[in-house]
């Protein structure tokens, strides 16, 4: 059973704070990718990696950043929260390949800004 | 700018008729399209897709119906039920070699007993 997991469920924090995300997956996909998730937004792309080490800016980057020192674990970075980052972030992942449209999401941590 | 668009914010129907989202898609070099469904507090997860090979997809009570030529699909759950209650994505593969997916705004559809 393919598994996405992410660190916390709930988070809150101070503005100005650094914040991590971590995200794990168990199904040893090459793709990794963090979205935020906004009423009325819809699922928007901050960053993606499709490697070790490798990272790409999606949609909307700024006052992000991220890492991936191993294959199974990717990590949203925000340098110093801001209230307009709070929101849901969602972790997913999928393989490279014919099959690789669909993205396997995790369950999503909701973060506050205060 | 998106390029996959779901115009209807929300949707209410009663148990037992027919649900009908609807999506619209402005890049004519999609070629697959996926729906997403997503209950709060939980990630979305793989409902049903479609190749622009064909124009109609079925498992059980949901189908997915592709136009190409009016760039527009839809998605019917026949029969609705309170459990299909949720945010349903529409998604395409922007077509890029990184997996990459553009989704839409999302709309929540609500089943009333």
């Known amino acids: 059973d393919v598994k996405v997991t992410q660190s916390s469920r709930y988070l809150v924090k101070r503005t100005g704070e650094k914040v991590f995300l971590e995200c794990v997956q168990d199904?040893?996909?090459?793709?990794m990718f963090w979205y935020r998730q906004d009423p009325g937004l819809g699922l928007r792309l901050i960053y993606f990696?499709?490697?070790?080490?490798?990272?790409e800016k999606g949609d909307i980057p700024e006052g992000y950043s991220v890492s991936r020192e191993k294959k199974e674990r990717f990590s949203l970075i925000l340098e110093s929260a801001s209230t307009n980052q709070t929101s849901m972030y969602l972790c997913a992942s999928s393989p490279i390949g014919q099959g690789g449209h669909e993205q396997y999401f995790g369950p999503g941590t909701r973060l506050t800004v205060t | 700018d998106q390029q996959v668009k779901q115009n209807s914010p929300s949707l209410s129907v009663q148990e037992g008729r027919i649900s009908i989202l609807n999506c619209d898609y402005t890049n004519s070099m999609f070629d697959y399209f996926l729906w997403y469904k997503k209950y709060p507090a939980e990630g979305p997860t793989f409902l049903i897709s479609?190749?622009?090979?064909?124009d109609k997809n079925e498992d059980g009570r949901f189908t997915v119906f592709l136009n190409k030529s009016a760039k527009h699909l839809s998605l019917h759950i026949v029969p609705s039920q309170p459990g299909d209650s949720a945010v349903y994505f529409c998604a395409a593969p922007s077509g890029d070699s990184w997996g990459k997916l553009q989704f839409g705004a999302g709309t929540q559809v609500v089943v009333t007993p």
């Open positions: 199904m040893d996909h090459e793709n």
């Open positions: 990696s499709y490697d070790v080490k490798m990272k």
């Open positions: 479609i190749s622009s090979i064909k």
